[in-house]
Each structure stands twice: as structure tokens, then as C-alpha cells.
């Protein structure tokens, strides 16, 4: 029922700390940005600043920027044509407390061409393997 749907929703929002400060996060592929509507809709009591976001896709830029606003002091927010990650030297990025990224679909999914390793995309994933490591060097988490 709604009600119980509320009720849960509720319980999990009350069961997440309070924090001093806001949180930090990088998002190698970040898409659409699945993640901020995942904290939307459990109503994030705690603020978040995204860091470090990258996206090839230029179609991306009008839709982040109306969820997010432009970029503020102290974000990286590539999209388009300067927003490839293999591109980019992460050992000089600074701690962030999460990482969220999901593999690249293309080279492995049904949906995809399925040549793993051998489609050129697949270098993405290293690549987000590559900033999980070194974050997880600096000590964050990572989804």
C-alpha cells in the first residue's frame, strides 16, 4: 500500500546519520545521474556535492545542468567533448567520500556488442577500476 511504501521510505531516510558535512562524490560515467534522483526520492536528509563528473555524450549537458545547476567552484563536471575519462589524470584528484559508476554496458551486455575486452569501450571500465583503486588509496567508498 501507499501508506507502508511511505512508512519504509521513512524508516530507511531515519536510519541514515546526520552528517556535519556534506558529502563528496565522483562519478566517472555519470549519465543521467541516477544516483541524485536515487537521493531525491529518499528525500537525502545531508547534503552532497558531485566533484568529478564525466560523460562523453554532449546531449547529457542541458539535462545535468537542469538538475544540478552549472558548475560551482571546486567541481570538475566534463560532458561532451572534453568529458572522456581515459583522458583525464586522476592520481591529482582529491579524496572524494564515494564513487558511484556502473560498468559500460556496450562491451558486455546483451544489448550490446559483447566483445568484452576486445571492444575498445571496454578501456572505460579499467579506467573506472583505475579511479576505484586510487580512491580507494585516499580512502573512500565507492557503489
Not at 562491451?107 to 571492444?119: A, E, F, L, Q, V
Amino acid at each position: 500500500s501507499a501508506a507502508s511504501d511511505v512508512y519504509k521510505r521513512q524508516r530507511l531516510v531515519g536510519d541514515i546519520p546526520t552528517l556535519v558535512r556534506g558529502i563528496t562524490l565522483a562519478m566517472p560515467c555519470v549519465g543521467l545521474d541516477a544516483l541524485t534522483a536515487a537521493l531525491t526520492e529518499l528525500r537525502w536528509p545531508g547534503p552532497y556535492m558531485i566533484k568529478y563528473a564525466f560523460d562523453t555524450d554532449p546531449d547529457l549537458a542541458l539535462p545535468l545542468w537542469r538538475l544540478h545547476g552549472p558548475p560551482v567552484a571546486g567541481t570538475v563536471f566534463k560532458i561532451g567533448a572534453t568529458g572522456n575519462i581515459l583522458e583525464e589524470d586522476i592520481s591529482q584528484w582529491d579524496r572524494v567520500d564515494g564513487i558511484c559508476a556502473g560498468p559500460p554496458c556496450p562491451p558486455y551486455s546483451m544489448i550490446g556488442t559483447r566483445r568484452g575486452n576486445d571492444d575498445p569501450r571496454a578501456a572505460v571500465h579499467a579506467r573506472v577500476t583505475d579511479v576505484l583503486v586510487d580512491q580507494g588509496w585516499k580512502h573512500s567508498f565507492f557503489s
